[in-house]
């Protein structure tokens, strides 16, 4: 063999050793994990995503919305994320295998929105701060999705998901509708909501003890003399 062949076949061992070891160790660590059956509570945790919302995080993938949130609550101590009240826990590997496509976010120019359902507004707010978010939050740099909603004639009875005439510009006669896709997104954010603590991973959360501290005295009472 030349050595260009032993070159060539150690690279592309190499290669290939590493790259199968990635996937492996994620198989092992991630694939592994299965939803944890509550007894009491007769319940599966983290529960089935709605396929109403299930549309919404398409929506979600295809407007980009990962590029400015985040959706994982990171823990540690002390955390921003958890001083922030983004969640009451951090966020677990678990939390996500229902998920098809897992949208954890590049930049965290927004909050991140792994818990919104615990602190949403009513949808109308909602569907208000995705038409015109410096309505809602002065001085907000969230792009607005006008491209979200339809202005369309009053036929009959104005529709109850109409967004609020006092607070945004339509033409006399009109109303500014949320369309399906604005629909399903909103329900998708609702239901964001990492709220069950697994017991496996739930001494993770719990803080570790601070250095100096001492262990909580335990008495023994004494065995009674004979
Ligand atoms: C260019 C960055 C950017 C993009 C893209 C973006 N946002 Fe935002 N978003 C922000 C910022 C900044 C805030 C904080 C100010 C505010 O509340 O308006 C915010 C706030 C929010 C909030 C309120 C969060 C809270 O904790 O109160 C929600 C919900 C939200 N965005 C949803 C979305 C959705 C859904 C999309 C995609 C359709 C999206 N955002 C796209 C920057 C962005």
Redesign the pocket.
Known sequence: MNRATVIFFGAFFALTLSWAGLLLSNVRSYGVLAPYFDDTENKAYPSQVPGLAARGAQ??AD???A???TQQVRGGEPSADLARK?GGRESYGRDYIREERVLLGD?R?????RN?GV???AAAE?YL??YS??T??P?????A?RF?FATRQIAGQPSPFALDRAKVAVPAGSEVVPTERAQV?VA??MGLHDGYDYPEEKQKNTPPKKAGEKKPETHTPEAPKK
């Not at 120019?109 to 929105?113: H, I, K, R």
């Not at 001085?139 to 792009?143: L, V």
């Open positions: 929506v979600y407007l980009g919305c590029y400015c949130h983004w930049l120019v927004g909050p991140d929105l919104f602190r949403a507004p909602l701060h995705l978010p410096t809602v939050v001085g907000s740099t969230m792009p999705h979200l997104l998708y954010l």
